[in-house]
């Protein structure tokens, strides 16, 4: 992955969107109760978060959140907690 400069996704900030189906998958992932596009966009706005951008999606991270959004419309696909394989790697799940 390629660290890319933050401010192409911070400037379209406000195209962030998801599907119906996509904030029932995150509120399931992330055990949520709030509005997943008001938290994506809380936390792609924090200044100790990582954006890099693989092939058509951003993928930004954040203590133990990873967030999916596609590169060109803006959309969060997906949002998954990591989780530690050993004391020194973090996979996704």
Request: proline share 1%; glycine share 2%; aromatic share 8%.
């Amino acid at each position: 992955m390629v660290e890319v400069d933050k401010n192409v996704l911070i400037e379209n900030i406000s195209k962030l969107k998801t599907t119906e189906l996509g904030i029932a998958r995150i509120k399931r992932n992330l055990n949520l109760d709030v509005d997943v596009v008001w938290y994506c966009k809380d936390i792609i706005l924090n200044p100790f978060s990582s954006i890099e951008l693989k092939g058509k999606n951003w993928y930004i991270m954040f203590n133990d959140v990873i967030i999916t959004v596609n590169k060109t419309s803006y959309t969060i696909i997906t949002c998954h907690r990591m989780k530690k394989v050993n004391k020194w790697v973090i996979k996704s799940t």
